[in-house]
């Protein structure tokens, strides 16, 4: 790859915070490190990864209307979490954890059980996840791609 | 005592902690140096092990390697600490090491490392970086992606160092305490060139170098009809995202290598080594291609000119480029 061949397809996906490095040859033939905000087939494949990252927010939102399952399970795909690491950041056991996403069990959740997904959610308060607005907690998440 | 820290970014994260810790001793390397001395270029396909539910494909070794092979190659001393149940332990003892003068090299999670693009952010632990100051309750971190210093809060810190998932860090962190004045360069050169060899030739087994990408090729063609449209193509967007994603400095660290070959090249006045590194350039220039089209693949529902068959054919295209190389410079005479 040469110098003036390095891409610069911004698609925001460092969000002017940084660049990448790239190697690439320059007039001469001699390696030099150019800075890059971005290639096209690479935000393609970032996207596509993100965009499964939405799907299942979705449809997390449409089963928790449906009563299938609990808030925490918005949450937990909003976090691109599973289970099983959701489970090592609360500290609870999976089981529990999973026993957690069902609307029955929620209701019955303790104070502190519900305070250690706050703090793992990084929420304002419990009660983003007592009373669960689908369409305000959509609204919070920051970027689009 | 604040420490002056010479913080300069490079496009990979293990790379750029090891040139700039060596630095700060006085030691002056290229990132490309470290990396070609670290014998970080590297294929592997594990199919049977999913990260992320997708099959592993990576252009590195194991997190840590280059690090540690870099230093016993110079003579470096070091000394690592692992904290699995004790994060207040991992914290002290940092504050402890950078109040002694010393910046401290760490592995964290980029999940909810606070100053990293948002994109960027997935449940990715094998990020390094130095911390080597701390003011209040901030600490100055040296990130190799960042351009510029970034500070981190104490409880931030502590949960990337203590980030959940595959490959925990569990507070891992070392520095220093030995950087000699004198080393033998040439000799740790002739030893990676060597080593790097080796590992995509002659060492057996199908998961490592040439037999990977043609075993990863026969996959690729099998993926579109055993699996759905969106599965397959999320396999197929993993191979890119490992070789292009934040920190391989293009087409899978290829070009970072050519760049270290040209630059030993130059210091040892080696034809040879020159003229391999623009071969190995070409490889990187079709490993780019063999991204595009890939990224092709995954953006297109009908595309007649390039499926995943095409791709396939081009990756076995590369695999046996990639091993006529690699026979090459195990024969290199310095």
Known sequence: MRKNEVPQDDANMLEGKTRELQYALDENGSYVEVKSVGWEPKNIVMQQAWEEVKENINYAIEEIEKGNKSPIYFFMHKNIMDEKILAEYTGFWIFIVKRHLKPSIFKKISKSKLQKYKEVFKLDSVNELINFDAKKELEKIKFEI | ?334
Request: net charge positive; proline share 4%.
């Open chain 2, 1 to 334: 005592m604040k420490i002056e820290f010479n913080h300069k970014m490079s496009a990979h994260c293990e790379n750029g902690v090891t040139a700039n810790l060596l630095r700060h001793y006085g030691i002056e390397l290229s990132e490309a140096m470290v990396f070609g001395i670290g014998s970080g270029l590297f294929f592997t396909y594990l199919p049977f092990i999913k990260m992320n539910g997708v099959p592993v494909v990576s252009f590195r070794p194991l997190p840590g390697l280059i690090f540690k092979r870099v230093n016993k190659a110079l003579g470096v001393k070091t000394k690592t600490y692992r904290f699995p149940k004790n994060p207040e332990k991992a914290m002290s003892l940092l504050d402890e090491k950078i109040l002694e003068g010393i910046p401290v090299g760490m592995v964290v999670g980029v999940y909810n490392l606070t100053y990293f693009p948002a994109p960027y952010r997935f449940h990715f632990n094998a990020h390094n970086i130095v911390v080597f100051n701390k003011d209040g309750n901030i600490y100055s971190v040296s990130d190799p992606i960042m351009e510029n210093i970034e500070t981190i809060s104490y409880n931030d810190l502590k949960l990337v160092r203590y980030a959940k998932g595959t490959y925990k860090p569990k507070g891992k962190m070392y520095y220093m305490t030995y950087v000699p004045k004198e080393f033998d360069l040439r000799n740790a050169i002739k030893k990676s060139l060597n080593k790097t060899a080796k590992y995509m030739t002659v060492y057996p087994g199908q998961v490592i170098g040439d037999r990977a990408m043609r075993m990863l090729a026969k996959d690729i063609r099998k993926w579109p009809v055993k699996y759905d449209r969106r599965k397959a193509a999320k396999y197929l967007g993993s191979i890119v995202r490992m070789q292009e994603e934040i920190g391989t400095g293009g087409a899978g660290f290829r070009f970072m290598y050519a760049a270290f070959l040209q630059e030993v090249g130059n210091l040892l006045d080696n034809a040879e080594l020159a003229k391999l590194s623009e071969e190995i350039t070409l490889i990187g220039d079709k490993w780019r291609l063999f991204a595009t089209q890939c990224a092709r693949v995954i953006k297109s529902r009908n595309n007649t000119d390039i499926t995943y068959d095409s791709v396939a054919d081009l990756l076995v295209e590369i695999s046996y480029d990639e091993k006529a190389f690699f026979n090459k410079l195990l024969k290199v005479n310095l």
